[in-house]
């Protein structure tokens, strides 16, 4: 997902609108894929074995990555690979909460701190692909394949989490694929909350769709081509990732503090920040500025995914509140990821990339720090909602 930039635009110099496609996979595979898995999961298989054959066949797919040499193919083979791909997240949840249930464990109090090393294994990735010098090579596909089908065949020994089949058998199709929240549409308050979800979620990966691309491009002007930054800009957009385990810790007083709608806003400021600052770091004198946005970027990813998600507990009844939480992560991580990707990549090719092919990052970054300034005030003044605190209480009380 990092380095992926790296090897698009400097190895193979194939387009902007071409790249944005390939990370619009991301959100194709997450409008269906992860529902029809659970189906699966719930009736016919063990949820272990399911997450070992996808992953098997996720690796067995970035073997095959390397052997590609023309983009249109390559959107083909990524957007399977993530077909595989993108359900194994829920899935792992999954597996995650069986085991913890049967074993008596407090799914609050115990997942988190298991969950938080997921995050520690994205930066582990990151830091294998830098220092092996693979982030602009066809090495980081080996490297995720192999890990792919490492854990593959470690889940086949992962303790049996058999299909729940009464759970599906009450479940009706449409609701397993979260159909019955959009009648949270006539709600015209849940209705600018989805719009809007959509909107901010086309922000969320236009930094892991470029960031690594943008750093190791200063290595072209010979003032940056040694700094630490063009050397090891993967390792140094780590500190994102380290970012959001920090945030996640925050997020319990700035709710209490501020209430929902403020801490979403505050996310959406932290993007503006966020953009606003890579449009005017460089590798030596600004480098404070690359640090202060990743360091931002736990701010503006964890707060709108965690107080939207509170956002859709408190705000739906109990029959339906699986299914709201299936729609918001359909509209950002669905069709938001889609949009973003799509419409950035037509963007960036069509208005900030010169003649000779050099991609106008000053202007790309303020054009993205605009667009979420834009987004950041209309729903300031749009979007209606008063701060409850009894309301997180009740949520607190109930996972206690």
Not at 13 to 37: D, K, N, Q, R, V
Not at 255 to 280: D, E, N, P, T
Not at 325 to 340: D, E, R, V
Request: charged share 10%; hydrophobic share 50%; with cysteine.
């Amino acid at each position: 997902m990092i380095t992926i930039g790296v090897y698009w635009f400097q190895t193979k110099h194939w387009s902007g609108s071409e790249f944005g496609a390939i990370f619009s996979t991301l959100g194709i595979s997450s409008l269906l894929m992860p529902a029809l898995t659970g189906i699966i999961a719930d009736k016919w298989i063990n949820v272990e074995l399911l997450y070992a054959i996808l992953h098997i066949l996720f690796g067995c797919i970035f073997l095959y990555l390397p052997q590609v040499q023309d983009p249109h193919t390559f959107f083909w083979i990524i957007l399977l690979a993530m077909l595989c791909y993108m359900p194994t997240i829920a899935l792992s949840n999954s597996i995650a909460y069986t085991l913890l249930k049967k074993h008596q464990y407090d799914i609050i109090k115990d997942f988190p701190p298991i969950r938080v090393w997921g995050t520690v294994g994205f930066i582990a990735a990151m830091w294998v692909t830098d220092l092996t010098h693979n982030k602009a090579s066809v090495g980081q596909f080996y490297i995720a394949a192999i890990a792919a089908i490492g854990l593959g065949i470690y889940s086949f020994f992962l303790p049996p989490c058999p299909p729940l089949k009464s759970k599906a058998e009450n479940a009706s199709f449409g609701g397993r694929l979260g159909l019955n929240a959009f009648k949270l549409f006539r709600n015209s308050k849940m209705a600018l909350f989805f719009i809007f979800s959509i909107f901010l979620g086309g922000a969320l990966q236009l930094t892991n769709m470029y960031g690594d691309a943008y750093l190791s491009d200063f290595g072209k002007q010979a003032a940056y081509a040694d700094s630490l930054v063009v050397r090891h800009s993967t390792i140094i957009l780590s500190i994102s990732q380290i970012s959001e385990t920090i945030f996640i810790l925050a997020i319990p007083f700035f709710l209490r503090r501020f209430g929902i709608k403020q801490v979403m806003l505050i996310s959406m400021l932290a993007w503006v920040l966020r953009f606003g600052l890579l449009a005017y770091a460089n590798p030596i004198n600004g480098l404070w500025m690359i640090i202060l946005s990743c360091i931002v970027y736990g701010m503006a990813f964890d707060f709108f995914n965690i107080s939207g998600s509170l956002f859709v507990e408190t705000s739906t009844s109990a029959h339906i509140r699986s299914s709201a939480q299936g729609l918001f992560m359909m509209m950002t991580n669905g069709l938001g990821a889609i949009l973003g990707s799509s419409v950035s990549g037509y963007i960036i090719e069509h208005y900030f990339t010169s003649r000779q092919g050099q991609m106008q990052w000053q202007e790309i970054w303020i054009c993205f720090a605009a667009y979420a300034l834009v987004i950041a005030f209309l729903f300031s003044f749009l979007f209606k909602h008063k701060h409850d605190p009894s309301a997180l209480q009740e949520i607190k009380e109930a996972g206690a």
